[in-house]
């Protein structure tokens, strides 16, 4: 597609519910980023993927926490049990490769996840 | 964690005024890359400038690099209203993998 693209744009569950928020990046792109972004904080990086595998998923807060590029493309972030904490803007972002000095890095508009 | 810090954490400027806005950050670096973001979605990518790079322009945005200060500056020219909104400086090191700094919320007003 044009752009990264992620849905849903929102999301509200109960605490203790099971979330998946899904990425779709920019054709083409082989690495893929997940961020998470608290009310009035810089994106937090969370993990990320060269193809189908996790690079480096230093970022992920506790093993509630995990995410999968079956096919190289399309990834989807899960959450167990969801608490009141996790609530944030989860961000995914892609480029074209991982390494280089000048490779740069596009963003989706993010799906909010309220925990209630 | 936040890599490196943005100053000032507000900027409240006139419209055709110009506004600077510095981030600085802790360890070495491959690029160092600021990104806009309007009401908390959407990071737009503005600009890039690579370590070996002292200066880059595009636009209205000028960007200066000092790695010895490991400190970048973010210069908007002439600013319009629709500037408003928070900027992030980020830093990649060697997987690319981008650290955010803790933004600057820029206000223009008419």
């Known amino acids: 597609g044009a ?8 999301k509200v569950t ?25 009310l009035g904080q810089g994106p937090e990086f969370l993990i990320y993927f060269q193809g189908t595998g996790a690079a480096d998923d230093s970022g992920l807060p506790n093993d509630r ?28 972002a ?11 890095i596009y963003f989706g508009e993010g799906s909010w996840l309220t925990v209630v | 964690s ?5 100053d000032p954490q507000a900027l409240s400027i006139q419209e055709g005024e110009n506004a600077t806005m510095n981030c600085s950050y802790k360890t070495s670096i491959n690029n160092l890359q600021w990104y806009r973001q309007n009401s908390g ?22 960007v200066t690099l000092d790695t010895s200060k490991k400190s970048s500056s973010l210069l908007i020219t002439a600013s319009r ?4 909104a928070s900027y992030f400086c980020a830093t990649a090191g060697g997987g690319n993998k981008l650290t955010f700094g803790t933004g600057t919320q820029l206000k223009v007003e008419l």
């Open chain 1, 14 to 38: 109960e605490k203790g519910k099971y979330v998946e928020l899904r990425c779709d990046p920019i054709s083409g792109h082989t690495a893929l980023y997940w961020y998470r972004q608290s």
């Open chain 2, 41 to 62: 979605r959407g990071l737009v990518h503005l600009i890039l400038i690579r370590s070996n790079e002292r200066e880059k322009h595009s636009g209205r945005l000028r």
């Open chain 1, 65 to 92: 926490f995990f995410a999968v590029r079956p096919e190289g493309s399309v990834s989807t972030l899960k959450i167990q049990r969801t608490e009141r904490g996790d609530s944030a803007v989860y961000l995914c």
């Open chain 1, 94 to 104: 892609s480029s074209l490769t991982p390494r280089g000095t000048g490779n740069t």
């Open chain 2, 2 to 6: 936040q890599q490196g810090e943005e």
């Open chain 1, 3 to 10: 752009g990264v693209s992620q849905t849903p744009s929102n």
């Open chain 2, 81 to 84: 209203a629709a500037d408003t």
